[in-house]
Structures are given as structure tokens and as C-alpha cells.
């Protein structure tokens, strides 16, 4: 089964490079890379302090199912307000 | 000095640049000097390697599998005109080909698969260092388990004389120390793709 993540779309978000996360989740910064690109799955170790680390829900970061694109989530979001 | 006309000794110096330790030991000592070695020993110890990337080899580790596949699959065809040259001879030039495989050692073997330390491992490169070796477990253990029992009886059906059987034997021990050594950094190596750049 695929796992998931956003981590790509908040470090754009929060404009920290690979690097950075590396260092703030104490792994080498090519096991970031690899995360995004969802060919590793990380431990729930690893997944719950990337979480902290962007101060969300690990279910924010990460999921079983495809997360929607960004582009239906504002429309959705504008539709509400 | 020319570049071009150094000694062996000065090669053998930047060859081992690529293994990344002087490198290491030089950032070391230049903090000691900071007056801080307590903090560099724990960061050294504690920590994931941030900085030290896993390079790849991805064509270099075949070189001595393929050169200890031809040379053992030699020594089993074995043609006639072996038969009048000295054992003396036969373990000189074995020996040889044993050094170049074992000369080639600490650019593929020494820092493991991921070339770096298992200490440095974070958490996927200790799960890909043990999947490396576990991949090379099942072909050296089936090649092993097989091979053995068909040696004996190729031996005993071609009547193998001493010089034979030590050759085959010989190099079915550099075939097994070059893919022990060499399938685990090739799985490493291919086992995920090149990552963009940032």
C-alpha cells in the first residue's frame, strides 16, 4: 500500500529547503528527498516528528489515500465563505 | 613536481580522499582547536549524518564480479595446456588476481554498501544497509548450496588433478568475497534513483 505526504507542499509553504528539515528531524537530507517523492515510508517516529516540526496533524502530513489537489481545496474553501 | 609523474605512494594518498575520512578528521581537529572536543565527540556519536551523502557505484562493483566469473569459469573448462604448468606458477597468478580484487576492496567494500559507516546510518539508510545484505544472502547461499555438490561430481567425472581442484577452489573463494563484497553496494546503489536537485 502507498503512503502519501504533503512535507514537499509545506516546506514550499513555509520556504525551508531539504536541508533544514534534515536537520530540524535529525536525518540526512537525501531521506527527505526520497519521503517526497514517497519512495521511502518513514517510521512513525520519523513521521510524528515532522509533524511537530510543521506544528500539524500527522494526518495532514501524511495519508493512505491521495491527498486532493490544492486547487479543489480553495475552490471549496471559497465556496464555504 | 608534474602532476602527470607522481609516485605511487602520493596516488595511494588521494585515493584515499575518496573514502571522505581525511576530510572528517580534518574538520574534527580543526574544532578541537576551538577549545570544544566534547561537543564534537558527542556530535559525531549521537547524530545521523546530515552532510554525508550516499554516493552510488553503480558500475565499479560489477568489475570484480565479472573478472572472478570469467576467472573461476576458466579454471573449470581448464584447457590441456594447463596440465604441464607448475602448481608454483598456477598459485602465483591466482594470487595476483586475488590482490587485484582485494586492491579494489576499500573503494567498494570498506564503508559498507552505503559508502559511509553504519554509524552515520540514519533510519532508511540502516533499513536499505540491511536489505542490501539480505538481498546478497539468497543468491550466495543458492550458489553455494548448489555449486558445491556439482563440484564433487565434476571432479570426480573429469578426474581433476591437484593443480585443478586448487585453482577451482581458489577462485570459487574470490567469487564468493567479490560478491559478498560487491552485491550489497550494487543494490544499494540501484535501488533508488538519482534525486533532483534542489
Known amino acids: 500500500m502507498s503512503l502519501h505526504n504533503r512535507i514537499a507542499v509545506f516546506r514550499a509553504e513555509r520556504g525551508i529547503s531539504r536541508r533544514q528539515l534534515a536537520e530540524a528531524v535529525e536525518v540526512n537530507n537525501q531521506t527527505i528527498g526520497y519521503l517526497e517523492r514517497g519512495d521511502y515510508k518513514p517510521s512513525l517516529e520519523l513521521a510524528l516528528k515532522i509533524a511537530r516540526h510543521f506544528g500539524v496533524a500527522v494526518e495532514m502530513l501524511f495519508s493512505l489515500d491521495r491527498f486532493e489537489p490544492i486547487a479543489m481545496t480553495l475552490r471549496r474553501a471559497g465556496e464555504d465563505e | 613536481m608534474n602532476p602527470n609523474h607522481r609516485s605511487i605512494l602520493s596516488r595511494l594518498d588521494d585515493a584515499v580522499r575518496w573514502t571522505g575520512f581525511p576530510a572528517r578528521v580534518a574538520k574534527k581537529t580543526a574544532v578541537c582547536w576551538t577549545g570544544f572536543p566534547a561537543r564534537i565527540t558527542n556530535k559525531m556519536s549521537d547524530t545521523p549524518s546530515l552532510d554525508r551523502k550516499h554516493q552510488p557505484l553503480r558500475w565499479i562493483p560489477i568489475l570484480p564480479i565479472a573478472v572472478s566469473c570469467a576467472l573461476f569459469i ?125
Open chain 2, 74 to 198: 576458466f579454471s573449470l573448462t581448464w584447457p590441456p595446456a594447463l596440465d604441464g604448468v607448475s602448481p608454483g606458477a598456477i598459485i602465483s597468478i591466482v594470487t595476483a588476481f586475488w590482490g587485484s580484487i582485494v586492491g579494489m576492496a576499500p573503494i567498494i567494500y570498506i564503508s559498507g554498501p552505503l559508502g559511509k559507516p553504519s554509524w552515520k546510518d540514519d533510519e532508511r539508510e540502516a533499513a536499505l544497509r540491511k536489505d542490501s545484505f539480505l538481498f546478497c544472502l539468497w543468491p550466495l547461499a543458492a550458489l553455494n548450496c548448489l555449486g558445491q555438490p556439482i563440484l564433487l561430481i565434476l571432479s570426480h567425472w573429469q578426474n581433476w588433478q591437484f593443480e585443478h581442484s586448487a585453482s577451482v577452489v581458489s577462485l570459487s573463494l574470490m567469487l564468493n568475497a567479490a560478491l559478498l563484497g560487491c552485491l550489497p553496494t550494487l543494490y544499494a546503489s540501484w535501488k533508488l534513483g538519482r534525486l533532483p536537485k534542489e
